[in-house]
């Protein structure tokens, strides 16, 4: 709650909600912060208005650097269907989520 997630909704499910449409946007077998930001860079530089692909990829670093930190430098686990509907996203229980990946690591 100090975080200022939602304390209410969806469970969001760790290894079933793994791959998405990051996934294919990414295009590789590993996914690492840097590589996530030269997907963007790249996305940003073009023509194409992909907007929502840039911010589900940034939502993504913001996971991986803010809610489920991890020593590895690989960000792997984390639920990336979630950000398929960007509209859904209030729709799950962070805090809980949140939460019990810090109690388990």
Same mark, same amino acid.
């Given at each position: 709650?100090?975080?200022?997630?939602?304390?209410?909704?969806?469970?969001?499910?760790?290894?079933?909600?793994?791959?998405?449409?990051?996934?294919?946007?990414?295009?590789?077998?590993?996914?690492?912060?840097?590589?996530?930001?030269?997907?963007?860079?790249?996305?940003?530089?073009?023509?194409?208005?992909?907007?929502?692909?840039?911010?589900? &990829?940034?939502?993504?670093?913001?996971?991986?650097? &803010?809610?489920?930190?991890?020593?590895?430098?690989?960000?792997?686990?984390?639920?990336?269907?979630?950000?398929?509907?960007?509209?859904?996203?209030?729709?799950?229980?962070?805090?809980?989520?949140?939460?019990?990946?810090?109690?388990?690591?």
């Amino acid at each position: 709650m100090c975080l200022g997630l939602g304390i209410g909704g969806d469970e969001v499910q760790f290894d079933r909600n793994v791959c998405g449409l990051v996934a294919s946007v990414m295009r590789t077998n590993v996914i690492t912060i840097e590589s996530v930001f030269e997907m963007m860079k790249c996305m940003i530089g073009t023509n194409v208005d992909d907007v929502e692909n840039v911010c589900r &990829l940034y939502i993504l670093v913001c996971f991986a650097v &803010l809610y489920f930190p991890r020593n590895s430098r690989t960000i792997c686990n984390i639920p990336c269907s979630v950000l398929d509907n960007l509209d859904t996203l209030s729709n799950y229980n962070w805090a809980k989520v949140v939460h019990s990946y810090l109690v388990n690591n």
